[in-house]
Every structure is written in structure tokens, then in C-alpha cells.
């Protein structure tokens, strides 16, 4: 499974970003796609979870200015963030898991950011 994420740059707060992650190689098996950041001097992050078919989640603190989806036909996971601030400024990866997995099982792995699969990350600066 290779993951290569795209549209990461720089922005101003208040602006918005969409980032894309394109799945490839054997990866139609790899129902459990997930976001994750990570910032200097911090410990990365999970944004935001897809388990395909059945749900995705992002944490309290993100949902009310993030947003995942899911292009099946396209492979590609996408995350669109608005009213970005200066607190989301990092390197943000995507990640797979290679499966079927369960539904749980995709939230779990995403709680611990346990992930078999990652991409390059692309930079996010808010300034």
C-alpha cells in the first residue's frame, strides 16, 4: 500500500485547506484511512478516522472545522480544514491500514496510532 498525501502549504488564519491522500498498490483492501498530525516539540495527533462503509470520526476538539471523506472510485481520502489557526500548523500524514479490518478495530488502531501504512506528510503553516 503506498499513500502520497497532497495540497498541504501555507495559509492565514481563518483560511482553509483540503488535503488528499492517494491510495495505491493493494490497497482496495485498506478499509480503515486516517489522519494524523504531528507539530515540532509535540506528539502526533489523530485528526480525523475513516472506516469505509461504515462511519468516520473526528475527535471533539477538530469536527466542528474538520471534515474527512472518502472518493472510492478515486482511492483518495481527503480532509478539509476551515478557520485554520496557528495550532494546526504541523506535518499532517495519512495513514492505512491494510485489511478488512472491523469497525472497531479501525478506531482502536486509530486511538493508538497503531497504522501499518504511511504516507510522506505535507506541511500545513498558518501564519
Known amino acids: 500500500v503506498q499513500l502520497v498525501e497532497s495540497g498541504g502549504g501555507s495559509v492565514q488564519p481563518g483560511g482553509s485547506l483540503t488535503l488528499s491522500c492517494k491510495a495505491s498498490?493493494?490497497?482496495?483492501?485498506?478499509?480503515?484511512r486516517a489522519w494524523f498530525r504531528q507539530a515540532p516539540g509535540k506528539e502526533r495527533e489523530g485528526v480525523a478516522v475513516?472506516?469505509?462503509?461504515?462511519?468516520?470520526y473526528v475527535p471533539d476538539s477538530l469536527k466542528d472545522r474538520f471534515t474527512v471523506s472518502q472518493d472510492n472510485g478515486k482511492n483518495i481520502t481527503y480532509l478539509q480544514m476551515n478557520k485554520l489557526n496557528s495550532e494546526d500548523t504541523a506535518m499532517y500524514y495519512c495513514a492505512a491500514i491494510k485489511g478488512p479490518i472491523t469497525g472497531g478495530r479501525c478506531l482502536v488502531a486509530f486511538r493508538e496510532g497503531d497504522f501499518g501504512y504511511w504516507g510522506q506528510g505535507t506541511q500545513v503553516t498558518v501564519s
Open positions: 498498490g493493494d490497497s482496495y483492501s485498506a478499509n480503515c
Open positions: 475513516v472506516a469505509i462503509g461504515e462511519w468516520k
